[in-house]
């Protein structure tokens, strides 16, 4: 007993050590499981497993009449996941009101995507309460689960109820839940939008139906830990999931995290300080007229690969936060340096001693907002067609959570310049 304890400890050490000299061998690559031999007895930690569920209420119905691009995306997404080997086991769901498990034969669950399998299933399909829905997927993941949503996300207060409370306490409930869930959790979210053809009945906010044969939005999301959500986005890249492909993706990461970067040297008329090279310059001058034009540069290498945001979000001077009002940043592009993903380019027209601090917000996307359906009563008017009822209320709920307490920055750089 006491040597296979001793087992345990070291896989468990492992992880957070580096490897000893001849007693302890691993063989990891990310997102691979893990074979580790201690004293030549081999334990396999085993890869994350993925928990797939789609809501099967009667507003989805349309989606699955027939062969559509909802089934192809989904079909296509599925099967990359267990291709890629990113995991060994996934099982699939439908849920409701309740949860329906359909196994783990990926190829029968979709050939029985079709509105009179979805009815046979049993549990509430009238209305929709995504708030209960992600509570209850919140609970069934731990730090080896990865679980998949895939639904309209069209809220459905029901008859009678007040819309805009109801969306509101739906936002409040998700933001609750995730915030519970944060506590114990290294979490990131990806929040893809795809359209499909759909031909069946579209239900309003009174639950009133139309009859409607037109492309629709529907969306995935996809929660689990960090590191596993940041494997299956590099090993499936959104042009990789077939269908109508992905039209917007909101993705969110907990924040006041620390990230490698470095001062580049040359990249403006300074000297880098010995002592501290990476975050320190000295001798800071402005460029002559010919080169910088005429102005102060700093440029910084930074590794922003952890977050999981598109090159348009981290790019995007908008979305950075100066300390320094006499500052600007010029441009952020792709790194080629190996360990950096990013350089950030710096300028002003004044030099002075400072340390400036740039944070990276955290933030909702404006598609989020350009594809709410503020009313939810006619599908036919104001472009609700391509819209979804409530959806900014579903995105908000999450972005607060993990933004509560002000934590409203991926990350912050500090360099300290001197003259």
């Not at 895939?150 to 409370?165: L, N, T, W, Y």
Request: net charge positive; with cysteine; charged share 25%.
């Amino acid at each position: 007993m006491k040597k296979r304890a001793f087992l345990y400890i070291m896989v468990i050490l492992l992880c957070g050590c580096t490897e000893p000299e001849g007693r302890i061998h691993s063989d990891k690559k990310k997102g691979d499981s893990v074979s580790v031999c201690v004293d030549d007895t081999t334990i396999n930690i085993s890869k994350p497993t993925f928990c797939v569920y789609i809501e099967n209420s009667g507003s989805m119905d349309g989606y699955v009449k027939g062969v559509t691009q909802f089934e192809q995306s989904v079909y296509s997404y599925l099967s990359d996941i267990k291709i890629s080997g990113i995991t060994d086991t996934l099982n699939l769901f439908y849920i409701n009101s309740q949860v329906i498990q359909q196994g783990s034969d990926i190829e029968d669950f979709i050939k029985k995507l079709e509105p009179t399998t979805f009815k046979k299933k049993g549990g509430n399909r009238g209305t929709s309460d995504i708030s209960d829905v992600i509570k209850t997927i919140l609970k069934t993941i731990d730090g080896r689960t990865v679980a998949l949503l895939v639904s309209d996300c069209i809220f459905s207060p029901g008859r009678g109820k007040d819309a805009e409370q109801y969306l509101v306490n739906q936002q409040i409930g998700i933001k609750n839940s995730m915030a519970d869930f944060l506590k114990s959790n290294d979490c990131s979210i990806m929040f893809y939008q795809l359209n499909s053809q759909f031909d069946g009945f579209y239900y309003n906010r009174e639950d009133r139906p139309t009859k409607i044969k037109e492309q629709r939005p529907f969306y995935m999301w996809i929660v689990g830990k960090t590191e596993y959500v940041a494997e299956l986005r590099n090993r499936i890249p959104d042009n990789k999931i077939k269908g109508s492909g992905v039209q917007n993706v909101f993705t969110i990461s907990q924040g006041n995290k620390s990230v490698n970067y470095a001062v580049v040297n040359g990249s403006g008329n300074f000297r880098l300080d010995r002592k501290n090279p990476k975050t320190n310059i000295i001798d800071a001058k402005k460029e002559s007229r010919g080169k910088g034009d005429g102005k102060l540069t700093v440029s910084v290498n930074v590794d922003l690969s952890e977050f999981l945001l598109d090159d348009s979000y981290i790019c995007d001077v908008q979305n950075w936060e100066l300390n320094d009002k006499d500052f600007k940043l010029e441009s952020v592009h792709k790194s080629s340096l190996n360990g950096y993903s990013h350089i950030l380019k710096f300028a002003s027209n004044i030099v002075k001693p400072t340390t400036l601090s740039a944070k990276l917000k955290m933030s909702v996307p404006q598609w989020v907002y350009d594809q709410n359906d503020e009313e939810g009563v006619d599908i036919r008017s104001n472009g609700a067609m391509r819209k979804t009822f409530g959806i900014k209320y579903q995105v908000e709920g999450v972005y607060e959570a993990f933004t509560a307490n002000n934590n409203v920055y991926y990350t912050s750089i500090k360099i300290n310049i001197n003259k």
